[in-house]
């Protein structure tokens, strides 16, 4: 039977409205053929607090009541590190999150916008630096060039228009399959094999956001299950692009939506690298077994 060491965090709210309550728990498993005699793990797992989502709890279990402390990364979200003190050959982690998260509206923003205007600021050297970040290709969002023209804006529609008829095309583009792909596929394989799950749909969707001018970033987090959407039974992936004069906006091209009250957001960044649930070194031989589950729900 296994012990685990709890540790809570609450913090307080300052919202006086009440909306949807989520709770979230998520589960990995690691098993290994010979004794690990050293490791380190970082978790990027938490639910981050923003204007839609706070009160966030947090409960941390692992089977070795290794110690746990609490970081922040390169872009300001929290982590979870764990290192164990004495050798094992079995380690399990558990992480409960309540919190409560408001509906916004996608479309709260002007509807006149000035069209061409949205497109001059996309020029600007100023705005250029500002989000070059966001704007330059990575290892998971190189396109090889005979495939940057795959997708391209049509200048008489707006910036987000254009970026709804993306979500739209990535989502028909690509088939969700799992078992194809993994973490480290590159878009090459991707855009040839035409299947993925969701981190390949939202590294294609911000490979072309980019090449179009628009700052695009990679979201990780979860979705609200029961609702029939794709990648619901893991972490999920999506979108945030940059649209002048509007902001960031989430979508989710894997099945094909508006980020919503359904996405819970945990981090960003400018790929699936920046963005891994889980990263780690261990010292040890042979092969190891490792299995995650992820619950979500909520209540009115």
Not at 105 to 130: A, V, W
Not at 142 to 160: G, R, V, W, Y
Not at 206 to 216: D, M, Q
Not at 261 to 273: L, P, Q, T
């Amino acid at each position: 039977m296994q012990s685990f060491l709890i540790i809570k965090q609450h913090k307080t709210s300052t919202f006086a409205m009440m909306p949807n309550k989520y709770e979230i728990t998520y589960t990995a498993e690691n098993h290994y053929d010979h004794w690990v005699y050293d490791a380190y793990w970082q978790f990027l797992i938490i639910p981050m607090e923003n204007q839609s989502q706070f009160g966030v709890e947090i409960e941390f279990y692992n089977s070795l009541y290794a110690n746990i402390e609490y970081s922040t990364n390169g872009y300001g979200f929290k982590t979870i590190r764990i290192h164990p003190k004495k050798k094992f050959d079995n380690i399990s982690f558990k992480a409960n999150f309540e919190f409560f998260k408001k509906e916004e509206n996608p479309f709260n923003f002007p509807l006149d916008l000035d069209i061409f205007k949205g497109y001059q600021m996309l020029e600007k050297l100023d705005f250029k630096i500002s989000f070059e970040r966001f704007l330059k290709a990575t290892q998971f969002t190189q396109l090889e060039k005979a495939h940057e023209t795959m997708f391209i804006f049509d200048p008489k529609t707006s910036i987000f228009d254009n970026l709804q008829a993306l979500n739209h095309w990535t989502f028909k583009f690509i088939q969700f399959k799992t078992g194809v792909t993994d973490v480290d596929t590159l878009l090459t394989e991707i855009v040839l094999k035409k299947q993925g799950v969701c981190q390949d749909f939202t590294h294609l969707f911000c490979a072309l956001a980019r090449k179009n001018g628009v700052p695009t970033r990679y979201v990780s987090g979860y979705l609200n299950q029961g609702s029939g959407f794709f990648g619901d039974s893991q972490m999920h992936a999506w979108a945030e692009a940059y649209i002048p004069e509007i902001g960031w906006k989430g979508f989710d091209p894997t099945n094909n939506i508006l980020a919503n009250i359904n996405h819970i957001k945990v981090c960003h960044g400018k790929d699936y690298n920046d963005c891994a649930p889980l990263k780690g070194v261990v010292y040890s031989q042979g092969k190891n077994q490792t299995s995650h589950t992820v619950t979500v729900q909520s209540q009115q």
